[in-house]
């Protein structure tokens, strides 16, 4: 999906998605990142709001420092830039179910109006197979373990559902209580940041609600955006637009992981590069294949 050109604001919705997702780890100490926008928004951050964030990886780099944008959880930069390098079970076992992760960053295929999460099967309409997509991953053990989760990706009646084609990780369930009857310690997701606006949980209902929109977007425009007849704050909120240096940082970013990607020669970017334990491949979780993240 193509992000809305920048036009006279000089910086296109994703960019400003992006920022605004950055900005929420000001406070993090500790985050747990998936693939695509939730790495993208979490490296801005250690870039611009939060420098000494530690970033962890479900392939067991801790405190990994990218100087490009990684391709996946498998990409030799996390282990490279790495404070230390685990094994999976470890970091899922006592980082993760220790409570030691204070955020988790996730994306989604679909998300509901309790911020469920599918990256599993989509429907693709009759006559047509199932859509796969690439599965949880630890999406289940961060949405249930890390002390809250945000989450990051682009506003459309596709991706935001009345009901998802597959559970794959639990938000708020099916409502109030749901998470503490099933033993799941942490707080589950908090906010939901996408290209038009921002999306937190009602504290009464759980249920997902318009809290910010982003400049230039109306209400209508969300609304007419989500599959289920979304709640509107009494007070709307307007986020603020990326600054230069913000922009520059995002760019920067996505810049210098373009040799790689293209397959270029390049410390990060060679074929069979050594990888360290730990830092073992596996596809992403999309929104889309090759797109966002679990």
Same mark, same amino acid.
């Given at each position: 999906?193509?992000?809305? *050109?920048?036009?006279?604001?000089?910086?296109?919705?994703?960019?400003?998605?992006?920022?605004?997702?950055? &900005?929420?780890?000001?406070?993090?100490?500790?985050?747990?990142?998936?693939?695509?926008?939730?790495?993208?928004?979490?490296?801005?951050?250690?870039?611009?709001?939060? *420098?000494?964030?530690v970033l962890i990886y479900e392939s067991g780099t801790i405190?990994?420092? *990218?100087? &490009?944008?990684? #391709?996946?959880?498998?990409?030799?930069?996390?282990?490279?830039?790495?404070?230390?390098?685990?094994?999976?079970?470890?970091?899922?076992?006592?980082?993760?179910?220790?409570?030691?992760?204070?955020?988790?960053?996730?994306?989604a295929a679909q998300v509901d109006r309790y911020a469920n999460?599918?990256?599993?099967?989509?429907?693709?309409?009759?006559?047509?197979?199932?859509?796969?997509? $690439?599965?949880?991953?630890?999406?289940?053990?961060?949405?249930?373990?890390?002390?809250?989760?945000?989450?990051?990706?682009?506003?459309?009646?596709?991706?935001?559902?009345?009901? #998802?084609?597959?559970?794959?990780?639990? !938000?708020? !369930?099916?409502?109030?209580?749901?998470? @503490?009857?099933?033993?799941?310690?942490?707080?589950? $997701?908090?906010?939901?940041?996408?290209?038009?606006?921002?999306?937190? $949980?009602?504290?009464?209902?759980?249920?997902?609600?318009?809290?910010?929109?982003?400049?230039?977007?109306?209400?209508?425009?969300? &609304?007419?955006?989500?599959?289920?007849?979304?709640?509107?704050?009494?007070?709307?909120?307007?986020?603020?637009? *990326?600054?230069?240096?913000?922009?520059?940082?995002?760019?920067?970013?996505?810049?210098?992981?373009?040799?790689?990607?293209?397959?270029?020669?390049?410390?990060?970017? @060679?074929?069979?590069?050594?990888?360290?334990?730990?830092?073992?491949?596996?596809?992403?979780?999309?929104?889309?294949?090759?797109?966002?993240?679990?």
């Amino acid at each position: 999906m193509n992000a809305t *050109p920048a036009g006279t604001t000089g910086f296109t919705s994703d960019e400003l998605m992006e920022v605004n997702a950055a &900005r929420a780890l000001a406070d993090a100490t500790t985050c747990f990142v998936g693939i695509g926008l939730p790495s993208t928004a979490a490296n801005l951050a250690r870039a611009t709001v939060n *420098p000494g964030l530690v970033l962890i990886y479900e392939s067991g780099t801790i405190g990994s420092k *990218p100087t &490009r944008l990684p #391709l996946s959880i498998g990409d030799g930069e996390l282990a490279d830039t790495a404070d230390a390098v685990i094994s999976v079970p470890e970091v899922f076992n006592y980082w993760l179910q220790g409570g030691r992760i204070d955020v988790g960053f996730l994306g989604a295929a679909q998300v509901d109006r309790y911020a469920n999460i599918n990256t599993t099967i989509v429907d693709r309409g009759p006559g047509k197979p199932e859509g796969r997509l $690439p599965g949880a991953g630890g999406a289940p053990e961060i949405a249930s373990n890390c002390g809250k989760v945000l989450m990051v990706l682009r506003h459309s009646t596709r991706n935001f559902v009345k009901r #998802l084609d597959f559970v794959t990780t639990l !938000g708020h !369930g099916s409502g109030p209580g749901d998470r @503490k009857k099933l033993g799941m310690p942490g707080a589950g $997701p908090v906010a939901v940041i996408t290209d038009l606006g921002v999306l937190r $949980p009602d504290p009464a209902t759980a249920e997902l609600v318009l809290t910010e929109l982003h400049p230039g977007v109306t209400v209508e425009q969300v &609304r007419a955006a989500t599959g289920w007849e979304l709640t509107v704050a009494d007070t709307v909120g307007t986020t603020e637009p *990326p600054t230069p240096d913000e922009l520059a940082a995002l760019r920067a970013l996505k810049a210098a992981g373009k040799p790689a990607a293209a397959g270029e020669s390049g410390a990060a970017g @060679k074929s069979g590069a050594a990888r360290k334990p730990g830092a073992a491949g596996e596809p992403a979780a999309a929104g889309k294949p090759g797109k966002e993240t679990r």
